[in-house]
């Protein structure tokens, strides 16, 4: 489904406010703590991530900030901050693989830790033919197969809807799963011409329409003009709809994000001052048409968003890739010509291949990316965004200019010494942030994602917990729901807890429960606020034995994805993991200790 995701992120604040009284030792529940879930992000500090590379596309490192210069509409400007950001080595996976009894979970690394870029990956079959898709396909499963454990990975795609098929995970094994069963990527979109089939265009010649012989019908001109007109409308509407969700998504994860856009076409033309449809020329769209369809402020919306979010778009176009035999030339009419002779069709193809590919270097200097099209080893490509979304510097400076004026402000970065090349964002719009729409984002703190299904784990407070239905269910109130019981032991070595005067160590938390269905909607929450009051024997005894809670939750029948987290928002630090489960009647309960296989 459409992930209504600002939504989401106000439900996820929402849940820490609500309270479920439980017993903690020496500790009584005070009111819930309160969740601040926004920030202005404004032209006040701008912060730009530069990528660094030699003649020969490696990161270069190890460069100060002395030789770095920024410019911002021709003025030089300070730079305030100043951090090199360097890919860690791949850590090695635990020597001894925790082992857990039936039920119980944890957000303890059992694999390699996470320590790789922020990955996303958005295999979009909106603006996709089969073939192409099935190329992505195979090329992922290459790429997947390889990639060392502890590179955390998110993977979309985008029909009519964006959909999250899995959530971030750095186990190759379940993102090869999850790829395996994303059935929805191979379905040709309605709105997308795909090979071999036939459009209302190439039905006109058939018909006697159009041609020298038989003269040329206006009213049925204009009615393929208008039908391309809304078929392309729809796809750049439902385009930016999933860029602009998915931007609000990755807001609240703090750092860097890098997002992967497999796309056959591009259904606009990405330029900061005018947006018209790609290929708008071409065809039967009349130039009052082409001039009545401009998208430049819902362009420059998304834009902002994804700059204000720090996602760096990387567009990859896999049309080089060579085509898979289900899609060859030998099929029926997979080498058709559309309306008209080959070298004009051939003169149509050319141009709309390099306009699409002009927008994907426009859609990737903007955000800070870097486009990949005519290659045929998409894998390769993969491979080296990852290098280059690892190793990168991060620069914030103070602009000169004080006026929000909501004009573009064109950035400009250099370094001295050798020759490079630079990958960053080109320039923000001066908008006032009291009064810019695009101004308030989710606070990309440590806690703010902690609750978002799909987030990747949270380890700064380890835990683990029980999870299984309890004994005596709702059911015969309520069918079809599961009242499931959840049993905390927390490590007290992950809290800030430092001793008063008089040896009292305190501390105020919160215990959240978020399940989400199939479809990333969240169906139920539970919020528990806990004041910890421990004298030092206590501390000294829980240090040893963990903390012990209980909640519970109901639960719908069907597949569900429990978000669990502890968070100290004070100290902003926070533990959390996600438990899928597959929720069942009472009598089929006995085998619901397996969780789903991973989506």
């Not at 509409?73 to 039936?102: D, V, W």
């Not at 391309?228 to 931007?247: E, H």
Request: charged fraction near 15%; charge should be negative; proline fraction near 7%.
């Amino acid at each position: 489904m459409y992930l209504n995701l600002q939504a989401l992120l106000l439900l996820c604040a929402a849940a820490l406010a609500e309270s479920q009284a439980i017993q903690v030792p020496s500790a009584p529940v005070p009111s819930a703590p309160q969740s601040s879930a926004t920030i202005h992000q404004t032209v006040n500090n701008v912060l730009v991530d530069v990528v660094v590379t030699d003649k020969y596309g490696q990161p270069l490192k190890g460069l100060t900030k002395e030789q770095f210069q920024v410019i911002e509409n021709g003025s030089p400007q300070q730079i305030a901050f100043f951090e090199e950001h360097q890919a860690q080595p791949a850590p090695a996976p635990p020597a001894h693989p925790l082992q857990l009894p039936p039920n119980v979970y944890t957000n303890i690394a059992t694999t390699a830790p996470d320590t790789g870029p922020t990955l996303i990956l958005l295999m979009d079959a909106l603006n996709t033919p089969s073939a192409d898709q099935v190329k992505v396909r195979l090329a992922m499963l290459e790429y997947l197969r390889k990639i060392p454990s502890g590179s955390p990975i998110a993977i979309f795609t985008l029909t009519s809807k964006l959909r999250m098929v899995q959530g971030f995970n750095s186990d190759p094994a379940a993102l090869t799963a999850s790829l395996d069963q994303a059935a929805t990527w191979q379905k040709q979109s309605h709105l997308t011409d795909d090979v071999g089939q036939d459009t209302y265009a190439d039905s006109m010649p058939k018909l006697g329409i159009g041609t020298a012989a038989t003269g040329t019908s206006d009213v049925f001109q204009n009615f393929v003009a208008h039908e391309q007109a809304w078929r392309t409308d729809q796809r750049v509407g439902y385009t930016l709809d999933a860029l602009n969700a998915l931007a609000t998504y990755l807001s609240a994860l703090p750092g860097r994000k890098n997002l992967i856009w497999f796309s056959g076409s591009f259904p606009l033309a990405w330029e900061r001052t005018h947006a018209i449809p790609q290929g708008a020329s071409s065809g039967f769209q009349t130039e009052n048409l082409d001039r009545s369809r401009d998208y430049s402020a819902q362009i420059r919306s998304t834009g902002d968003l994804l700059k204000l979010a720090r996602v760096a778009v990387y567009p990859m176009d896999p049309s080089a890739l060579p085509t898979p035999s289900m899609f060859s030339s030998t099929q029926p009419n997979a080498g058709s010509v559309r309306g008209g002779s080959a070298l004009n069709q051939d003169n149509v193809d050319s141009t709309n291949e390099l306009s699409a590919h002009a927008t994907m270097d426009a859609i990737a200097e903007e955000t800070g990316g870097r486009a990949f099209y005519s290659t045929n080893d998409l894998a390769s490509a993969i491979t080296a965004v990852t290098q280059l979304g690892s190793n990168y510097y991060m620069l914030a400076y103070v602009p000169k200019e004080k006026n929000y004026d909501g004009k573009y402000r064109k950035l400009s970065i250099k370094v001295e010494g050798a020759k490079v090349r630079l990958d960053y964002r080109r320039g923000y719009y001066a908008e006032d942030p009291d009064k810019s729409a695009v101004g308030t984002l989710a606070h990309p703190t440590r806690t703010s994602a902690v609750l978002l299904h799909g987030a990747p784990a949270a380890t700064d407070i380890l835990f683990k917990v029980r999870v299984a239905p309890t004994e005596v269910t709702t059911q015969s109130n309520h069918p079809g729901v599961v009242r499931y019981s959840v049993n905390w032991s927390v490590d007290l070595h992950g809290l800030i807890l430092p001793a008063s005067s008089d040896g009292i160590r305190r501390a105020d938390l919160a215990l959240a429960l978020v399940a989400y269905n199939n479809d990333s909607k969240a169906i139920n929450s539970v919020s528990t606020p806990v004041s910890l009051i421990l004298q030092a024997d206590e501390y000294q005894k829980y240090l040893k034995s963990g903390l012990q809670f209980h909640q519970e939750i109901d639960l719908p029948t069907g597949k569900a994805y429990l978000r669990i987290a502890i968070v100290d928002t004070a100290n902003d630090r926070a533990g959390a993991t996600e438990i899928p489960l597959i929720v069942r009647e009472a009598k089929a309960q006995a085998a619901a200790t397996q969780p789903p296989a991973p989506h």
